[in-house]
């Protein structure tokens, strides 16, 4: 399974980092992504990141704000959230791209995590 982590209440400005912990499995081969979904909002890619690390890519939205990176040796991928702005309050989930697919496409992606609620609030 893959369980992400790390959500809590932070102030606008704010950091967080986010872990995506696989178990039963081992992650190195696959391209993990990140996505979030906000109340009442459909759910939206927010950063991918190659089997190898070296190839990364954000949405728009998170661009020089955020940074996908990972840990093979841990089994884990991380997600560093910097300059929260309320717009980011959402829960966040983690996810492992199908096989040979890199990008946000939610459908092309197979197997989900359960969520972890970010909180961006004064």
């Known amino acids: 399974q893959l369980q992400a982590s790390g959500g809590g209440l932070v102030h606008p400005g704010g950091s967080l980092r986010l872990s995506c912990a696989a178990s039963?499995?081992?992650?190195?081969?696959?391209?993990i992504g990140w996505f979030r979904q906000a109340p009442g909002k459909e759910r939206e890619g927010v950063s991918c990141i190659s089997s190898s690390g070296y190839t990364t890519y954000y949405a728009d939205s998170v661009k020089g704000r955020f940074t996908i990176s990972r840990d093979n040796a841990k089994n884990t991928v991380y997600l560093q959230m910097n300059s929260l702005k309320p717009e980011d309050t959402a829960v966040y989930y983690c996810a492992r791209a199908a096989s040979g697919y890199f990008g946000l496409l939610l459908h092309r992606y197979d197997f989900w995590g359960q969520g972890t609620l970010v909180t961006v609030s004064s």
């Open positions: 039963g499995f081992t992650l190195d081969h696959d391209v």
